[in-house]
Nanobody
Framework: QVQLVESGGGLVQAGGSLRLSCAASGRTFSIYNVGWFRQAPGKEREFVAAISWSGRSTNYADSVKGRFTISRDNAKNMMYLEMNSLKPEDTAVYYC?????????????????WGQGTQVTVSS
């Protein structure tokens, strides 16, 4: 079992920045790929970004490429999502998730563990 807890959400104006954190506990965090997903009201949960267990591979949704950066610190059991140039359409609940897979995936159904989510609201 891996427990994940997100933090860092909040209200920000368009063009601003936020840094989300995800703290992991339980089984060895460093063996899991981890990712960020988001869900806006009335919409399905969508992939945002993922990073491999080693940190060598990353993947981003086209909508956030060039604006968001995912990173991890296995020594601290932490994962981060740096979000810049935020837009109102980035407003959603953001979730961190972990998977024990050989390759990064974008399908939320392939992730085994989830945090409770943190709200990000971007005002225009």
């Amino acid at each position: 079992q891996v427990q994940l807890v997100e933090s860092g959400g909040g209200l920000v104006q368009a063009g601003g920045s936020l840094r989300l954190s995800c703290a992991a506990s339980g089984r060895t965090f460093s063996i899991y790929n981890v990712g960020w997903f988001r869900q806006a009201p009335g919409k399905e949960r969508e992939f945002v970004a993922a990073i491999s267990w080693s940190g060598r591979s990353t993947n981003y949704a086209d909508s956030v490429k060039g604006r968001f950066t995912i990173s991890r610190d296995n020594a601290k059991n932490m994962m981060y999502l740096e979000m810049n140039s935020l837009k109102p359409e980035d407003t959603a609940v953001y979730y961190c998730a972990a998977q024990a897979k050989a390759f990064l995936t974008m399908n939320p159904s392939t992730y085994d563990y989830w945090g409770q989510g943190t709200q990000v609201t971007v005002s225009s």
